[in-house]
């Protein structure tokens, strides 16, 4: 974990550094701060990220494809174990990624625009659980991490997209109003941890289905990061 958190923060902050001008790099990506709040008598984390511009209000451009489909995150990375978000245990980054991309929707049971059709809202910001890890190919450093579709071993929760990834659509709620975005989490979904430390970043990431020596999901540029070195210094309150 210690090995690819500094690999990461080498990568992010090589990125931030020489990343090309990105048409969604503005202030509604710029983060001022991060935080996680425990309410004890509701049962739940409130995370949330605040931002020197609105929170929410850039969305991606449409491709017209799943190839190459741009997905815009808000993301908390975490020292939360796999295990306790539904996963198999693996090595990798435990991160809650609240993202938007209109080419595609990867929540089927869960209908967040409310007009009841379930497959056409990804533009709608919407949370996943993913395991990042390093990975050079793309300039952010890193990507979701992959599994074959035949390996057993793997365990995904029962509200996973069914993509060959470490990840989950969860559901929860998540609601955006001025500069801060903000989304609710139940302790019994993330096995009644609230001791755990965290950071905030702002991303843009891509979606690949015809390179195979490229991630499937991957982090092309980082926006920012609330600690400047993606170094988890915060705990929850």
Same mark, same amino acid.
């Given at each position: 974990?210690? $090995?690819? *958190?500094?690999?990461?923060i080498l990568l992010l902050s090589i990125t931030t550094f020489y990343a090309q001008t990105n048409t969604y790099k503005n202030d509604d990506?710029?983060?001022?701060?991060?935080?996680?709040?425990? =309410? #004890? @008598?509701?049962?739940?984390?409130?995370?949330?990220?605040?931002? =020197?511009? =609105?929170?929410?209000? /850039?969305? +991606? /451009?449409? #491709?017209?494809? *799943?190839d190459g489909a741009p997905v815009l995150g808000y993301v908390f990375p975490t020292n939360l174990k796999p295990t306790d978000? !539904?996963?198999?245990?693996?090595?990798?980054?435990?991160?809650l990624a609240l993202t938007s991309h209109p080419d595609f929707d990867d929540t089927p049971?869960?209908?967040?625009?409310?007009? @009841?059709?379930?497959d056409n809202d990804g533009i709608i910001w919407?949370?996943?659980?993913?395991?990042?890890?390093k990975d050079e190919r793309v300039a952010?450093? *890193?990507?979701? @991490?992959?599994?074959? =579709?035949?390996?057993? /071993?793997?365990?995904? +929760?029962?509200?996973?997209? !069914?993509? +060959?990834?470490y990840m989950d659509s969860p559901g929860y709620p998540v609601t955006t109003k001025e500069n801060k975005i903000k989304v609710v989490v139940p302790d019994y979904r993330i096995n009644n941890r609230t001791?755990?430390?965290?950071?905030?970043? #702002? #991303?843009?990431?891509?979606?690949n289905t015809s390179n195979?020596? *490229?991630?499937? $999901? !991957?982090?092309y540029e980082v926006f920012s990061v609330a600690s400047g070195n993606l170094s988890l210094p915060y705990k929850v309150k």
């Open positions: 974990m210690k $090995l690819i *958190l500094s690999s990461a990506f710029s983060i001022k701060k991060v935080n996680v709040t425990h =309410k #004890a @008598k509701l049962g739940v984390t409130v995370w949330e990220i605040t931002v =020197k511009g =609105k929170a929410g209000k /850039t969305t +991606p /451009t449409k #491709a017209g494809k *799943l978000v !539904g996963f198999s245990n693996t090595e990798g980054i435990v991160a049971l869960w209908d967040e625009n409310n007009d @009841k059709i379930y919407h949370p996943h659980w993913v395991v990042l890890h952010g450093g *890193l990507s979701v @991490k992959q599994f074959k =579709k035949a390996d057993e /071993t793997v365990v995904l +929760p029962p509200t996973n997209p !069914g993509m +060959p990834m001791d755990f430390n965290y950071d905030g970043v #702002a #991303a843009f990431m891509k979606v195979k020596d *490229l991630p499937m $999901l !991957g982090v």
